[in-house]
T-cell receptor
Framework: AQSVTQLGSHVSVSEGALVLLRCNYS??????LFWYVQYPNQGLQLLLK??????LVKGINGFEAEFKKSETSFHLTKPSAHMSDAAEYFC????????????FGKGITLSVRP | DAGVTQSPTHLIKTRGQQVTLRCSPI?????VSWYQQVLGQGPQFIFQ???????GRGNFPDRFSARQFPNYSSELNVNALLLGDSALYLC?????????????FGPGTRLTVT
């Protein structure tokens, strides 16, 4: 079985500050990991994915995430927050197999203060 | 290229009724997955179809069913609606089946059951 834990439901940062959104996973097999962003009343947009190549993954809009097997973590970071980054962020895990099932965390709401 | 499209955008139904939601994948994508997102939670996997065959099923009752057509579009049916079925229903498409492939989400159908 696989699962994702996103600690805290809300993170607030000032514009220009570092963004750090935490994600820990549990998987009995090597995982594939994803970060998605959801703006109000919209679907999910893929930010980045880890599929066992480089452990540091760069995504869109200046986001990146580092896969740390020893810590079973895949935290999302951005050096400098922008007002437009305010949204809900979901970490998700899948694995090698016949299907594409994504297991999502509960999500973290990011607020950016001017 | 057009992204994943879903119809209708919003839907209001009464308890006990039946509903059909529709999804058209990105051109060239052969896999479609359905997710349910209850307010304040991450999406939950319902079904995945690939080449018209069911490849995965989540922990949902038999009132939920789906199918995929020869043009790779898909329908999700929910019978005997309950208040708890109120949610955003998301469709995602991917090139093929398997956990490593990105899934691209549509804007969702907001279902309200009264």
């Amino acid at each position: 079985a696989q699962s994702v834990t996103q600690l805290g439901s809300h993170v607030s940062v000032s514009e220009g500050a570092l963004v750090l959104l935490r994600c820990n996973y549990s998987s009995s097999v090597p995982p594939y990991l994803f970060w998605y962003v959801q703006y109000p009343n919209q679907g999910l947009q893929l930010l980045l994915k880890y599929t066992s190549a480089a452990t540091l993954v760069k995504g869109i809009n200046g986001f990146e995430a580092e896969f740390k097997k020893s810590e079973t973590s895949f935290h999302l970071t951005k050096p400098s927050a922008h007002m437009s980054d305010a949204a809900e962020y979901f970490c998700a895990v899948s694995h090698t197999g016949a299907n594409s099932k994504l297991t999502f965390g509960k999500g973290i709401t990011l607020s950016v203060r001017p | 290229d057009a992204g994943v499209t879903q119809s209708p955008t919003h839907l209001i139904k009464t308890r006990g009724q039946q509903v059909t939601l529709r999804c058209s994948p990105i051109s060239g994508h052969k896999s479609v997955s359905w997710y349910q997102q209850v307010l304040g939670q991450g999406p939950q996997f319902i079904f995945q179809y690939y080449e018209k065959e069911e490849r995965g099923r989540g922990n949902f009752p038999d009132r939920f069913s789906a199918r995929q057509f020869p043009n790779y579009s898909s329908e999700l049916n929910v019978n005997a609606l309950l208040l708890g079925d109120s949610a955003l229903y998301l469709c995602a498409s991917s090139l093929t089946s398997g956990g490593a492939y990105e899934q691209y989400f549509g804007p969702g159908t907001r279902l309200t059951v009264t």
